[in-house]
Every structure is written in C-alpha cells, then in structure tokens.
C-alpha cells in the first residue's frame, strides 16, 4: 500500500512538472518576453511631447512600467526555472525578487483602479472633478499610489527566508512569516480589504457608472439626431481604457480567488496536484494581463498609433496633429505654406468665448477625452476665423 501511494505521489509530481514546464516555462516566457517588447513600445510613445499632456496616458504609462516589472519577476522566478529546471537559481533569487514582485503587483492593482477612477471623473463629473484632471495631479497620484503600496508590501520583504542543510539551499517560511499575527493581519484581514476588496470594488463601480453613462448619453443622441463622427476618437479611448478594466478583472479574479484560498488555509493548499496547476494558469493569466496595454492600445487608439508610425517608421504626422507643445498646423487659403499657431495663446476675441465653457479646461489637458463638443462646437468656429484673419493680416504679401 506505501509503494503504491509513493508510485501514485512520484507520478503525481512527474505531470506537475511537465504541467508546469509548459504552462510556466514556455508559454509564460514567450508572453513574458512580448509584453516585455510592447510594454517598452508603450512607455516610449507616451513619454513623447505629443501623448503625455493627457492624464490619461500617464496613468498608463506608469501602469505599463510597474507592468513590465511584474513581467521581469515572473520571467526571473517562473519561466526561468520551469523551463530550464534551475531551482539553484530559483531558491538564490526568490527572497530578492519575491517583495519587489509582490509590490508591483499591488502597483498594478491600484494603478488599473486609478484609470477607472479618472475616467469615471471624466465622463461623469465633467465640471466637479475636472480640476484633478491634471498631469501634475497625475504624476502626483501615481507617486502616492507607489509609496503606499512600498509601504504596505514592507512586511513581505521578512516573509521567507533561505536556510542551508546539508549543503542545501532551501526555502523556508521565517518566523515572522510564519508568526500568527502576520498570517492573520497580512494574509487574511489586510490582503481582503486593501488587495481584494477596495480596488476590486472601485473598478468594479467605475466601470459599471461609465458604460451606464456613456449608454445615456448615446440613447439621447440618438433621440436627437445628433451622433456625428467626430466622437469616434472619444468612443475608442472610452472602449480603450474599458477593455483594459475588463482584461483586469478576467485575468486577476482567479488569481483574487486563489490568494483568499491561501490566506485561510496557508501551505496545506499547495498539497493538492490541483490547486498547484491552478496557480500556474492563473500565473499565465496575470502575465497576459500586464501584456496586454500595448495591443489594446495599438487597436483603439488612432492616435496612439499615428505617432507608434511617426517614431518607429518616420513617417509624418498628419496636418492639423497636436505636434509638440500644443502647437497646431494650420493650413492658410492662400499658397505660402503652412502657419504654425501657438494654441496656449489666442487672440483675445476668443478668450472670453472659451472662459464661458468651462468644460474646454478639461479638453485643454486631454484632447482626446472630449465628450461635449457640442457646447463649445459653434463658439470655437467663430474663434478660429478671428484667429486666422488676425494671423493673415500680419503676414506681408508677396509681390
């Protein structure tokens, strides 16, 4: 009876293993390595002059960098070792890189949370919440959402420790790790509230007001005759940034689902052939999630690859595209060229025009979000015409 159920142990192992080496080594790598690809792609573009005015793609763009760091940890403490079965490197580096991934992941969490939250302050409370829609408030939030989750993930950092026997390097819960208050404080109360249940919730809540708002929004409009084409640009980064909340939430809820099983039953869960094979899926799952910015990126947003083409191919931006510093091309009717008009400076016709709406405050910081152009549709028409009869009388003629 022992050797049978030492055969059936063995051979329960065996699949494991090669479970495993494919689920966490090859597939896991090849998707790490991708992400890892975009991701860059992705910090590069919206770092430019062009895209980082908008509060938006800061918070994406810190998303993509804490993104990348969760890529790195995984490749560094599973594709690594599953592939090629390096535990000598595996148990050297997990008591390093195990708290730096754990951080990163909180990072990503509360970071996806906080692009619900702008958004939701975007298009729900347009006029109330559009003075935190600022890239200084921007870098402001992505720093404090950073130092708490620092802050937080400080007792991980004394969860494990590497012990020698007999020449032997092996993994073993500290005593601090394995003290009842840090399993019932950090694995249980804390990780429920702070990991599962404010962010969760947040996204959750956002996400459902948004796609609440914006279906009313469309159901008046087309009471009213009035849907135009001109909010294709607003609709596919309003689908962008909810295909990015909904990836989240498909791919982490496992993972939420796993750590609450953990928290109550600690190491006696990673005893069952199951519920290790569920971790590595849902280890591929997480990686497919901090893969995914780039190609949802790539595929709603027109802008976003405009200036991918511009960096990667060289080719021109078109006429009329927001360049460098708020500078737009404007193309005269007469045949000297192109005039190149500041728009942080208009002509003081249109001022008191643009003061009356305040909403194009918030168009101003992120062109793209705009969601009532109609307000301010047929005042910035008249606008511009001043501007430009203004800027034709100043050039000299040719003779």
């Not at 596919?236 to 609450?260: E, K, W």
Request: net charge positive.
């Amino acid at each position: 009876m022992n050797v049978s159920s030492t055969t059936a142990t063995a051979f329960s192992e065996q699949r494991l293993v090669e479970f495993k080496r494919i689920v966490e080594g090859y597939l896991l790598s090849i998707v790490c390595i991708c992400g890892l690809l975009g991701n860059a792609l992705t910090c590069v573009i919206l770092s430019s002059r062009i895209m980082r005015t908008s509060t938006t793609n800061i918070y994406i763009f810190a998303l993509s960098c804490a993104s990348s760091c969760v890529l790195i940890g995984f490749l560094l403490t599973h594709g690594i070792r599953s592939t090629f079965r390096a535990e000598t490197f595996y148990q050297y580096i997990f008591t390093r890189v195990f708290p730096i991934h754990v951080t990163c992941l909180l990072i990503q969490i509360y970071l996806t949370a906080t692009v619900a939250l702008d958004r939701f302050i975007l298009i729900c409370l347009p006029f109330r919440g559009q003075k935190w829609r600022s890239p200084r408030h921007a870098v402001f939030v992505v720093l404090c959402v950073s130092l708490f989750c620092i802050l937080y993930c400080i007792p991980f950092w004394f969860e494990f420790t590497l012990i020698k026997k007999d020449n032997i390097r092996v993994i073993y819960v500290s005593d601090i790790g394995a003290h009842p208050l840090f399993r019932t404080l950090m694995r249980k109360y804390l990780y429920f509230v702070f990991v599962f249940l404010i962010p969760l919730s947040t996204i959750i809540i956002c996400k459902t007001m948004i796609i609440k708002k914006l279906y009313t929004v469309r159901r008046r409009k087309r009471l009213l005759g009035n849907l135009k084409k001109q909010n294709r640009s607003s609709n596919a980064i309003n689908f962008l940034l909810l295909s990015i909340v909904f990836v989240f939430l498909a791919t982490q809820f496992p993972y939420f689902i796993f750590n609450v099983l953990y928290s109550w039953f600690g190491q006696s869960l990673m005893a069952d052939l199951r519920a290790r094979q569920y971790l590595a899926i849902n280890n591929l799952l997480s990686v497919i999630n901090a893969s995914s910015t780039f190609i949802l990126y790539a595929f709603f947003d027109r802008r976003f690859r405009q200036v991918g083409q511009h960096f990667l191919f060289c080719r021109p931006l078109p006429a009329g595209f927001d360049a460098r510093n708020g500078v737009t091309r404007v193309m005269p009717s007469n045949r000297h060229g192109s005039i190149f008009v500041q728009n942080t400076k208009p002509c003081p016709s249109s001022i008191n025009l643009i003061n009356n709406h305040r909403y194009s405050i918030t168009v101003n910081n992120n062109v793209d979000d705009l969601t009532k152009e109609q307000l301010i549709e047929s005042p910035l028409k008249s606008a511009k015409s001043a501007l430009l009869f203004e800027i034709e009388d100043r050039i000299p003629t040719v003779k």
